[in-house]
């Protein structure tokens, strides 16, 4: 088997490279710095230096390709950067589509559970859940106009699915992404947390389903790949236990989230950079992410471990590559 995977350096993306070549497929690795990345530095692949948004940098690959896993995106929690958010997501996903249908290679499209509808609390919500309720930031408007380019493709007859990961917290988080809350936190955490929660996934279950997808999914399957579902209190507790620092004490009420939300925007048009806190991320942060990942445990024998050894894995490999100093 012979897969390309966009966004190959960073999380999602490089523990579906490393899992690949340990089941024995062969990896084009794609991404903007792919040649010099120190992500693949150690792995026995076919790197591409690409940009996902042009064609013809993609349009180079020979050989045949089986399967084309799309995990590259442009991620802004925030009302800025739309159009550019919009550009990358819809125009990556659009040429992810066609390098696939070139090689006529299966496509796995990676969205997120925050394009689809948010659960209550009582029920967590999936695949097929009605509503909607999301923050409709740049990072959930630009997501689904990305997975949009996919339903279209599946409508026209095209071999692709999608799955939709969780909060992902695990190693080889080498920019960090969600690792950056784990750094953020090694010194002890503030005194107030968000107040609403997510699902808590692995890296390396998601990968592993992906892969499980691509070898026996039928075309237009749907697939979550959340996990443990947790406020952020009780994750924001987790972390500091493991690391031995502070715990928060409760939560941000509404009151905190306005105050909060609102001084981040002023600052944001001040400096002419949104900052990461802002009244989207905190307005995203208050909300329940919960989701149940039933199919793809019946269909994928997909795995969920503890999130307390997704988290102490993740610190053991920062601190290997010197990224909690």
């Known amino acids: 088997m012979r897969i390309a995977v966009t966004g190959a350096t960073g999380l999602l993306g490089n523990n579906v490279t490393r899992l690949a070549l340990d089941r024995g497929w062969d990896v084009v690795a794609i991404s903007r710095n792919a040649s010099s990345a120190v992500s693949l530095e150690d792995l026995r692949v076919e790197k591409l230096d690409a940009d996902i948004t042009r064609w013809d940098s993609l349009d180079c690959i020979s050989g045949r390709i089986h399967a084309v896993i799309h995990s590259a995106a442009h991620i802004h929690i925030g009302w800025s950067q739309r159009q550019e958010g919009i550009h990358t997501n819809k125009t990556g996903t659009a040429n992810a589509i066609r390098l696939a249908q070139k090689h006529q290679a299966r496509l796995l499209h990676v969205s997120t559970v925050n394009t689809l509808a ?74 107030l947390s968000p107040s609403g929660g997510c699902s808590i996934c692995d890296p390396r279950d998601v990968a ?24 952020y209190f009780q994750l924001w507790r987790e972390i500091a236990k493991q690391f031995g620092k502070r715990a928060p004490w409760t939560f941000l009420r509404r009151p905190g989230r306005i105050v909060a939300g609102s001084a981040g925007d002023l600052l944001g048009k001040i400096t002419g950079t949104e900052p990461l806190i802002n009244s989207a991320a905190i307005a995203m942060s208050s909300q329940f992410h919960w989701y149940s990942s039933q199919r793809a445990i019946d269909e994928l024998n997909y795995r969920i471990r503890p999130v307390s050894e997704s988290i102490a894995d993740a610190i053991d490999w920062m601190r290997q590559h010197q990224m909690l100093a």
């Open 208 to 231: 592993g389903a992906i892969l499980a997808a691509i070898e026996q999914a039928p075309c237009g399957s749907r697939y979550v790949l959340a996990g443990e579902n947790w406020s």
């Open 118 to 191: 948010l659960g209550e609390l009582n029920r967590f919500a999936d695949e097929e859940t009605p509503g909607d309720g999301q923050v409709p930031c740049t990072y959930v408007v630009s997501k689904r106009a990305a997975e949009q380019e996919v339903r279209e493709a599946i409508a026209k007859g095209s071999d692709a699915m999608i799955v939709y990961p969780g909060f992902m917290l695990g190693p080889w988080d080498w920019k960090p992404s969600s690792g950056r809350m784990i750094m953020d936190l090694r010194n002890g955490a503030p005194p």
